[in-house]
C-alpha cells in the first residue's frame, strides 16, 4: 500500500508561482509512473502533469507546469508558474503501476491517490 501526501499548496497572485510536493511511502516508488491532477469547483478532475517512472518521459497539458521526481527522496513535484485565477483546484498526486517508460495520463490506471492540496490564485 502507497500512501501519497501532497504539500505547498496556498493562496498566491495571479502570474506567482508555487511548487508541490508529494511524498510517498510505503512502496517502491520508483516502480510508479506518477501524476499530478487537479479539480476545480464544479469541474472533473483532469491531468495536468505526468511522469514516467525514471523520469526520463513527462506529459503537460500547459507549457507553464513542469513535473519532476527525485526517486532517492520519494518525491514528486509540480512546479507552477505564471498562475492564473483558473488555475484554482484541489491538486492531488497519484501513483500507477507501469512500465519503465510509460507515461500515464487517464485516471482509472491509478491505483493511488494523495488527500489533495488546494490551490487558490487570486487577482
Known amino acids: 500500500q502507497v500512501q501519497l501526501v501532497e504539500s505547498g499548496g496556498g493562496l498566491v497572485q495571479a502570474g506567482g508561482s508555487l511548487r508541490l510536493s508529494c511524498a510517498a511511502s510505503g512502496g517502491t516508488f520508483s516502480t510508479y509512473a506518477m501524476g499530478w491532477f487537479r479539480q476545480g469547483p464544479g469541474k472533473e478532475r483532469e491531468c495536468v502533469a505526468a511522469?514516467?517512472?525514471?523520469?526520463g518521459r513527462a506529459y503537460y497539458t500547459d507549457s507553464r507546469f513542469t513535473i519532476s521526481r527525485d526517486n532517492a527522496k520519494n518525491t514528486v513535484y509540480l512546479q507552477m508558474n505564471s498562475l492564473k485565477l483558473e488555475d484554482t483546484a484541489v491538486y492531488y498526486c497519484?501513483?500507477?503501476?507501469?512500465?519503465?517508460?510509460?507515461?500515464?495520463?487517464?485516471?482509472?490506471?491509478?491505483?493511488?491517490w494523495g488527500q489533495g492540496t488546494q490551490v487558490t490564485v487570486s487577482s
Open positions: 497519484a501513483a500507477a503501476r507501469a512500465a519503465i517508460s510509460v507515461v500515464v495520463t487517464d485516471l482509472d490506471p491509478y491505483d493511488y
Open positions: 511522469i514516467s517512472r525514471s523520469g
